[in-house]
């Protein structure tokens, strides 16, 4: 079976190598170094970080974004062929959510994808909690999970989640099977 494209996206700090490093099955292509300018923490990812697991007998592969916006040539590049996006926002980065909205429409309008806003830090006290993210977005609840993404089985529940949206959208897209007549099954 051919992997499953997923793309990790979100502002910086937002956890998207740790969510990467959390759920992959094999060692971890990242691409951080120390940062040249205050973020708020020493490393950052300048290029992507690339990890693979499977999921209920799928494969995935999943690439992280980098964060800063000065790196944004990236996020177009790696969502090329995505079938699906885990938008990740930290709980405590209020200040990022302006940045984070702008990052998701950059992405959505050019990769219609279904995708999950995950807001991460839920185990860190006095957080903005999912409810309130999902309104500050204007999206549904059920779109908005919270979780600690150092927590490998929070971020299988996620990915578990998109998933079922994953199944749920394929049923509205066109049968491209005759496009791939290598992928037919018997
Ligand atoms: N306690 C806690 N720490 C977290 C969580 N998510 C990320 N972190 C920590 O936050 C720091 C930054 O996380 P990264 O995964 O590097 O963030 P990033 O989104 O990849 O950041 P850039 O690559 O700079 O854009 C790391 O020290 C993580 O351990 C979380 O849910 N809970
Ligand atoms: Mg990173």
New binding site residues.
């Given amino acids: 079976m051919r992997p499953l494209k997923l793309v990790v996206a ?10 990467v490093r959390a759920l992959s099955e094999t060692p971890v292509v990242d691409t ?1 170094v120390e940062a040249t300018e205050d ?1 708020g ?1 020493l ?3 300048v290029a992507f ?1 690339f990890g693979t697991l499977t999921l209920d007998g799928i494969p995935l592969h999943l690439y ?1 974004t ?3 916006d000065r790196f944004d040539f990236m996020w177009e590049l790696l969502c090329e062929g995505a079938l699906g996006l885990v938008m ?1 926002v ?1 709980g405590d980065r209020p200040r990022d959510f302006a940045a984070a909205r702008n990052m998701l429409e950059f992405i959505t309008t050019r990769y219609p994808v279904p995708y999950l806003l995950g807001v ?5 006290p006095r957080v903005w909690e999912p409810d309130d993210v999902a309104d500050y977005f204007d999206l549904p609840p059920s779109q908005v999970l919270g ?4 927590d490998p089985a929070a971020c299988h529940d996620l990915l578990a989640t998109l998933l079922e949206q994953l199944d749920s959208s394929a049923s509205r897209l066109p049968d491209l099977s005759p496009l791939f007549p290598s992928q037919e099954t018997p």
Avoid: E, H, W, Y
Avoid at 120 to 124: E, K, N, V, Y
Avoid at 147 to 150: E, Q, S, V
């Fill in positions: 979100g502002p910086v700090a937002a956890g998207k190598t740790t969510f951080d973020i923490k490393n950052t990812t970080d992280g980098p964060g800063q990740l930290s991460t830090r839920q185990d860190l979780l600690n993404a150092t």
